[in-house]
């Protein structure tokens, strides 16, 4: 058997060029009407929700920090000295103005009461001998005949009464100031409010009176109502001056709202404005009034205070959680008539509850994305569905069976 015939090397390479045509024809026509990969996964436009901005009456206002303080705040003192006898009240109570809160050991002052007493019996019994002396002096000087007394002696008799007389009053201030004191052992709440802890116990020597220092016993605060201060700068107190028109601010509405409030839902009434800004701050010092019956207000206490800025005006507001911020500049995107979206910057004004007041920059027909925001950008064509309307068949979120194909 002979052997098969051996191709040579440029045989070879004549058929493999011969082969690939074919396969480039192979290929293209086993592509022909089918959609590339990248044809198959090409995205939808995205959809974003869109509103109109809506005009509402707004009020503009002003916020500030400030804190709480008491109307009354009186240090306890005592103004007799002496040892302390008795503790009539409980840390931390509800006192009302004359309520006894401290007695003094009374012993010693009883004691000068009745001393005092007795020189004023003494006073008076010399009153009374020497008017009775006087008397019969005058009766002598009349008798022109008898010449029992000189002139001398009578003036002598009318000076011993002048002088007992001055004895009897001297005696008598006396009493009253011993009495006094011995009304003072009874330390009573000069206001009514709320005390604190006392500062000395029973047994203790306190020290009264005006000079040295007075032992202080107790501190009382008044709670109902109750004044909340704070400081406005002066942009702000132009604004309120030129609302009210005038400098008589007093019995102007306002809000607050504490640390663990959501809202500004404690009201209240502006009670008072300083009459001078502070030259190094800037600032003047305000003052509001809040009825604090159940006692949630305690003096020291840090809340928000809010004052009415502008009289009532017509404003365009959006939801505030359309509003972009690209570093100091705030914006909104808006979609066209070509579905496509531009950026709009904007002038913001104060919050309304979850709506933002729109001062410049936008326009009654603007469609503002209000939700979506994170899948657009300036120059993408989206898929608008306004607000509150349902999603149209076919698009995503529509509900199921809402597409044309689905209701064949």
């Given amino acids: 058997m002979s052997p098969a015939p051996r191709l040579s090397v440029a045989s070879h390479f004549a058929s493999a060029a011969a082969a690939v045509p074919v396969l480039a024809l192979a290929l293209a026509l086993a592509g022909c009407g089918q959609p590339t990969a990248q044809q198959q996964g090409a995205p939808p436009p995205p959809q974003v929700t869109v509103a109109n901005p809506t005009s509402a009456n707004v009020t503009d206002t002003d916020e500030y920090v400030g804190r709480f303080v008491a109307i009354d705040e009186v240090n306890v003192r005592a103004r007799v000295s002496g040892y302390l006898d008795k503790i009539d009240f409980v840390d931390g109570q509800l006192v009302k103005e004359g309520d006894v809160l401290f007695t003094i050991d009374q012993r010693p002052f009883k004691i000068a009461v009745d001393q005092a007493q007795a020189n004023l019996a003494q006073a008076k019994a010399n009153l009374d001998f020497t008017k009775a002396d006087l ?14 007394i000189s002139k001398q002696a009578f003036d ?61 016993l107790a501190v009382i605060v008044s709670t ?10 002066e942009a702000s107190l132009l604004r309120l001056t030129r609302r009210m028109g005038g400098t008589d601010f007093k019995g102007d509405p306002v809000a607050l709202k504490l640390i663990d409030d959501k809202d500004f839902v404690h009201k209240g009434k502006l009670d008072f404005l300083n009459n ?24 020291g206490m840090f809340a928000r205070i809010r004052l009415q800025s502008s009289d009532p005006y017509q404003a365009l507001v959006v939801p505030d ?30 919050l309304q509850g ?17 939700n ?37």
């Fill in 135 to 148: 008397e019969r002096a005058r009766t002598l000087l009349e008798d022109k005949t008898s010449n029992a």
């Fill in 156 to 216: 002598q008799r009318t000076q011993a009464e002048r002088t007992a007389a001055a004895i009897v009053q001297s005696q008598e201030a006396q009493v009253r100031s011993a009495q006094l004191d011995l009304g003072f052992t009874e330390v009573k709440a000069p206001v009514s409010g709320q005390i604190g802890d006392r500062r000395v116990s029973v047994g203790n020597y306190v020290t009264g009176g005006t000079g040295g220092t007075p032992t202080l």
């Fill in 224 to 233: 109902d109502p109750i004044r909340f201060e704070f400081t406005i700068d």
């Fill in 276 to 299: 001078v800004v502070d030259r190094e701050t800037g600032t003047i010092r305000g003052r509001a009034i809040f009825d604090n019956k159940t006692g949630l207000f305690r003096p």
């Fill in 321 to 350: 959680v359309a509003i972009g911020t690209e570093q100091v500049k705030k914006f909104v995107y808006v979609v066209g008539p070509d579905n496509k979206v531009s950026q709009k910057f904007v002038t913001l004004g104060p």
């Fill in 354 to 370: 979850d709506m933002r007041v729109i001062r410049e920059g936008l326009g009654p027909d603007d469609k503002v994305v209000v």
């Fill in 372 to 408: 979506g925001l994170m899948r657009v950008r300036p120059g993408v064509t989206v898929t608008p569905q306004v607000a509150g309307a349902a999603p149209a068949a076919g698009a995503p979120g529509a509900p199921a069976g809402s597409s044309s194909a689905a209701s064949k």
